[in-house]
Nanobody, 126 residues
Framework: QVQLVESGGGLVLAGGSLRLSCTAS????????MGWFRQAPGKEREFVAA??????????TYQDSVKGRFTISRDNAGITVSLQMNSLKPADTAVYYC?????????????????WGRGTQVTVSS
């Protein structure tokens, strides 16, 4: 069982930045593909970004609306997976969830992920 914990959410003005982090109680996540999803009030949970495991060269993929603004990455020890969010917009307001997938390839599909965190709130004000 992998228990994921997100942190780093908060309130920011439009155009600002936040960095979200995801950890699993010190456990290495290098052998998991990792994803970030978000869910705004009244909307479905949607894919944001994903990174493959170390065996798949850390390939990344992004939702079109965040390309060029968000960056997903891992630290060298594989303990923390981060989502750097720049040029934030009010439309980015949502609860952001970290997810892990035992199969290490990237995917945008929610049901492909095996473990989920409880989420962290990101609010972007105009």
């Amino acid at each position: 069982q992998v228990q994921l914990v997100e942190s780093g959410g908060g309130l920011v003005l439009a155009g600002g930045s936040l960095r979200l982090s995801c950890t699993a109680s010190g456990r290495s996540l290098r052998d998991y593909a990792m994803g970030w999803f978000r869910q705004a009030p009244g909307k479905e949970r949607e894919f944001v970004a994903a990174i493959s495991d170390r065996w798949n060269a850390g390939k990344t993929t992004y939702q079109d609306s965040v390309k060029g603004r968000f960056t997903i990455s891992r630290d060298n020890a594989g303990i923390t997976v981060s989502l750097q969010m720049n040029s934030l917009k009010p439309a980015d307001t949502a609860v952001y969830y970290c997810a892990a997938r035992r199969s290490g390839t990237v995917t945008m599909i929610k049901s492909d992920y095996d473990y989920w965190g409880r989420g962290t709130q990101v609010t972007v004000s105009s």
